[in-house]
């Protein structure tokens, strides 16, 4: 299962919190989450460029998309090998990141750029297609707000280009909508995570599960598109 939105959305807390119930129900979890910054030359290429390093790396739409998609692709058997060994299999950020983000840059909703990123994502590089897909959506000031209180809390992880500019998340929460509608390259749900707490964390957990997977965490699941109602 991907799980996708802005950054500030609450995908890597509602990842945790998806682990949790889970695991409470009985099911196997794993995670990994991207861009891999720490362990693949690309992402860290592509987190240094969007702070300003390496010439005009940054500007290029193209050219962070495939940094991303190669960190990506550095860990196809890796994913292979996560998902045969439990029964879900959760991802923070996936290739419907490089789609919203790079449509967004190039003034995009749903066209050339979201079919290159399938091409080169899906088709050439051979990732494998997750089973569903959850959009985290909160509102592009809400995620922004986030982004700064963490950034308060944790200097360390100041805003980067992306998470600083406040036109693009704005474009880029338009397509991911999109995304959605068409629900483009695996079935889709939408969790409004406005809410804070753990309780209404764990309510939007088990929501998640309930609507996407119900009581079977086994690969090849039967899955359909809603929204996710907490």
């Known amino acids: 299962m991907a799980v996708e939105g802005l950054d500030g ?54 050219a962070m998309a495939l940094l991303f998609a190669l960190d990506r692709r550095g860990a196809r058997a890796e994913l292979a090998t996560r998902r045969r060994g439990c029964d879900l299999l959760l991802v923070d950020r996936y290739v419907a990141s490089n789609a919203a983000y790079g449509s967004a840059r190039v003034h995009e909703t749903l066209g050339p750029f979201a079919q290159w990123v399938h091409a ?74 406005r809410q804070s707490g753990d309780e209404a964390l764990t309510r939007t957990a088990d929501a998640v599960l309930d609507a996407v997977l119900g009581d079977a965490f086994a690969p090849g699941s039967s899955v359909r598109s809603d929204t996710i109602e907490t």
């Open 120 to 193: 080169t994502e899906i088709e050439r590089f051979g990732l494998p297609v997750p089973d569903a897909q959850v959009l985290v959506r909160v509102p592009p000031d809400l995620a922004a707000q986030r982004v700064r209180d963490r950034a308060a809390q944790q200097p360390e992880r100041a805003a980067d280009g992306f998470e600083a500019d406040a036109a693009l998340q704005g474009r880029c929460a338009a397509v991911y909508d999109a995304l959605v509608t068409e629900q483009w390259l695996a079935p889709w749900w939408v969790s409004d995570n």
């Open 9 to 62: 959305a609450g995908k890597a807390t509602l990842v945790a919190a998806l682990r949790r119930c889970a695991e409470a129900r009985g099911a196997t979890v794993d995670t990994i989450a991207f861009p891999r910054y720490d362990d693949d030359v690309h992402a860290a290429l592509a987190g240094e460029a969007l702070r300003g390093a390496h010439g005009d790396t940054g500007a290029s739409v193209h």
